[in-house]
């Protein structure tokens, strides 16, 4: 077990100002405390602010070549320390090793390379009639993260901020630091200047409300929970700071009759279960037509029968680890709250057809919830509309592809999305209609180029890519003589 007595600020790993105790980060699988972490509170923060402050003239007006250099070295860092970030994820989240190194490692580290070409290749300043139009960075950033990717959802942020010429103070989630202690230090060895970023490990009531009501932060970058989400913006209302949110979803995917049950089924399970549903954009709802309910089910829980719940930290032989295997729920209170909407469910008369409520038998300890889908679920239950964050899946039926668009709209989430049909501009039709920021066609590959953001309650704001980098800028117009 390791201990971790110090906050990254100002280039300085330091004590925390008033002591608040440590945080115990615990092993999903183990249930076993696996580091304790210095907490940081207020004082902290408002210092990690006041560093960011005294940086940013000098990190705004580095050309952005050499940001992107740092941003180069900083991902070069990631590497070196691949095998240690995916162990930590392995604990802290419990993703099993497959996905912990390839989706979780994987995707933090090839950003920076993304986020250096796009800085060293934006148009900072057009012309419009006689104005020169200039981008320039917004100053100090508070970025808030939760738990689920911890550290791509960090990257997705602190990567378009250092290259746009913003300074940081980043608030990890409580229940998984390690991974953003170890950015720090990478950050750190890369030589980036003191001030620029920093890290404050602390509860989200205090150190994440202080940096939301800082009159020195120019914009809060949350990604986390819609009542957090919501709690964050007004308390950034006071000082008029933008505020960029990245919230829940409840996902549909929408399977048009056209479509082959053999083909979806794969990319309709991994769809919702992936980081074992604990992910933002999980496909939670198939929408499945009356007229061929019963083929798309089979083909549906014969892939899903294949799930099996694996240690995290073990390596699995199986060529398709990636897709079946899957850990625990990141907490105790996640798995209490997941197997809490597997009962809701069946209590509102959905119908189980794997899975269920109760502890795994393979398990006694870590925080493993059964891989479950229900059929027969209407729109208007709770396991369609509320975001489970577990490895759930409700599958409703509809009539035909207006009724289908009319469910897939019918929550309060816009954030993912999917069609699968034969015909690739009937999918882009129905796609089109979809109230929601991104929809993916027939399995379509993953593309951390593009804009990734909510419609409706799921969020205001876009990461990743160009669309990620300009959340964090601001427009200025020289009306020239
Ligand atoms: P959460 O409870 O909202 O926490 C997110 C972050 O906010 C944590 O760092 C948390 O700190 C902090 N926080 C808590 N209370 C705060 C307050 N009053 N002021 C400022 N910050 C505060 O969310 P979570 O449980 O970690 O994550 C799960 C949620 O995130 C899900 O709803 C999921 O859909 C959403 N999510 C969205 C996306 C996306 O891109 N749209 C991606 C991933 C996850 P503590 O950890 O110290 O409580
Ligand atoms: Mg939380």
Same mark, same amino acid.
Request: aromatic share 4%; glycine share 10%; with cysteine.
């Given at each position: 077990m390791r201990t971790y007595e110090h906050l990254y600020i100002n280039g300085e790993w330091v004590a925390p100002i008033e002591p608040k105790g440590s945080i115990e980060v615990i092993?999903?699988?183990? !249930? #076993?405390?696996?580091a304790r972490v210095a907490q940081g509170g207020a004082a902290d923060t408002n210092a990690a602010v006041a560093a960011a402050r005294a940086a940013f003239d000098t990190w705004s007006q580095t050309p952005p070549d050499v940001r992107a250099k740092y941003l180069r070295d900083i991902g070069a860092g990631l590497m070196a320390r691949f095998g240690e970030i995916a162990e930590a994820i392995s604990g802290e @989240? =419990?993703?099993p090793k497959a996905f912990a190194e390839m989706v979780q490692t994987g995707l933090s580290i090839g950003d920076w390379e993304t986020y250096a070409s796009i800085v060293e290749n934006y148009e900072w300043e057009t012309t419009l009639g006689n104005s020169l139009i200039v981008k320039e960075p917004i100053g100090v950033v508070g970025a808030i993260t939760p738990w689920n990717y911890p550290l791509y959802l960090i990257v997705c942020k602190i990567g378009p901020a250092l290259a746009a010429g913003c300074t940081i103070v980043l608030k990890p989630a409580s229940l998984t630091p390690l991974n953003a202690i170890i950015l720090a230090e990478v950050i750190h060895a890369a030589g @980036? %200047?003191? =001030?620029v970023f920093n890290l404050v490990v602390g509860s989200g009531s205090e150190v994440g409300t202080t940096l939301a009501t800082h %009159?020195? @932060?120019?914009m809060v970058s949350f990604t986390g929970s819609g009542p957090v989400g919501s709690q964050v913006s007004k308390d950034s209302a006071d000082t008029i700071k933008r505020v960029g949110l990245e919230l829940g979803g409840k996902s549909a995917n929408v399977i048009l009759d056209d479509a082959d049950p053999a083909a979806i089924a794969l990319g309709t399970v991994f769809g919702c279960m992936l980081n074992s549903g604990q992910t933002?954009?999980?496909?939670t709802r198939v929408l499945i037509p009356r007229s061929r309910e019963q083929e798309f089910l089979d083909a549906i829980v014969a892939e899903a029968s294949q799930l099996r719940l694996v240690d995290p930290h073990e390596a699995q032989e199986d060529p398709m680890a990636l897709f079946h295997c899957l850990g625990p729920m990141v907490s105790r209170s996640q798995q209490e709250t997941v197997r809490g909407y597997i009962q809701k469910g069946i209590d509102e008369g959905a119908t189980l057809l794997l899975g269920g409520p !109760?502890? %795994? #038998? #393979? &398990?006694?300890? =870590?925080f493993y919830v059964k891989p479950t889908v229900f059929a027969g679920?209407?729109?208007?239950?709770t396991i369609a509309q509320e !975001?489970? &964050? =577990?490895?759930v899946l409700s599958i409703l039926t509809y009539e035909d592809d207006d009724d289908a668009v009319r469910i897939a709209n019918g929550t309060v989430f816009g954030l993912g999305g999917a069609v699968q049909s034969g015909d690739v501009e009937r999918a882009k039709s129905v796609a089109r209609r979809m109230r929601t920021g991104q929809v993916d066609i027939n399995g379509a590959a993953f593309n951390s180029l593009a804009p990734f953001g909510g419609y409706k309650q799921s969020g205001n704001t876009r990461e990743r890519g160009v669309f990620g980098l300009e959340e964090f800028l601001e427009t200025k117009s020289l009306q020239l003589p």
């Open positions: 092993d999903s699988s183990t !249930e #076993e405390v696996m @989240v =419990g993703s @980036v %200047p003191a =001030g %009159p020195d @932060v120019d933002c954009s999980a496909l !109760e502890q %795994p #038998e #393979e &398990f006694d300890k =870590g679920v209407t729109p208007d239950m !975001e489970i &964050f =577990g490895p």
